[in-house]
């Protein structure tokens, strides 16, 4: 079974539409993330988030937000999408109270025309 | 927020030698963490040291951490054509106020055969 899976693997739409990436995991974590890795493979925290707190990267725009509909499942949607958006998109989980490594899903490439 | 940050060069080997990286980061941390990332793919972790620990290994890896220096390597031992990938370091300084898991840019690491 998938730890950490991300849906859809790929998504090709245009500028200004809205679209979401769903992300679960099967771990018994509670804290997921969200991460965007550009053209130089440079991995940027977007958000981090668990039952206690969401935590923003102060330099994400705010078209983009997570929807937690539960504990297992981080969503990320996009508002009126950007050429600039265009970037690999990973979810991942971890543990929050342990020293243990966090859990990457496979990557949903976004390439906004 | 702070963030672990390789050395940007990338290297290329022969089968068989041995790979240094190194990685240096900013402030204070809980754990330093070692991720690989194959083309295309998610990221897989590697090892983890914590901040009281100054040397880990892990078959054909090892990794030091010098908490004074605020730096860290990994080297991976024989290398061998599949240990082709970026490598990335993440800090984990959750406890100092700061986002979960920042990463660096990464080592792109082929090894010849």
């Known amino acids: 079974d998938t730890a950490v899976s991300q849906t859809p693997k790929y998504l090709v739409t245009q500028m200004g539409n809205d679209k979401s990436i769903k992300c679960e995991q099967n771990?018994?974590?509670?804290?997921m993330y969200w991460y965007k890795q550009d053209s130089k493979k440079f991995l940027k925290i977007m958000f981090s988030?668990?039952?206690?707190?969401?935590?923003i990267n102060e330099t994400v725009p705010n078209r983009f937000s997570p929807k937690s509909p539960d504990k297992a499942h981080l969503n990320l949607h996009i508002n009126s999408l950007e050429l600039g958006d265009s970037a690999v998109y990973f979810c991942?989980?971890?543990?929050?109270?342990?020293?243990?490594?966090?859990?990457f899903g496979q990557g949903t490439r976004l390439t906004v025309v | 927020s702070q963030q672990g940050e390789e050395d940007p060069q990338a290297l290329s080997i022969q089968e068989g030698e041995n790979a240094t990286m190194n990685c240096s980061y900013k402030t204070s941390i809980n754990n330093l963490q070692w991720y690989r990332q194959n083309s295309g793919r998610g990221l897989v972790h590697l090892i983890l040291i914590r901040s009281n620990e100054r040397e880990k290994h892990s078959g054909r890896l090892r990794v030091t951490l010098d908490t004074s220096k605020k730096s860290s390597s990994l080297l991976i031992t024989a290398s061998r054509a599949a240990d082709t990938a970026s490598y990335f370091c993440a800090t984990d300084a959750r406890n100092y106020g700061n986002n979960r898991l920042a990463f660096g840019k990464g080592n792109q690491v082929v090894v010849i055969p």
């Open positions: 991942a989980s971890s543990q929050e109270d342990r020293n243990t490594e966090a859990f």
């Open positions: 988030y668990n039952n206690k707190e969401l935590i």
């Open positions: 771990l018994g974590h509670d804290t």
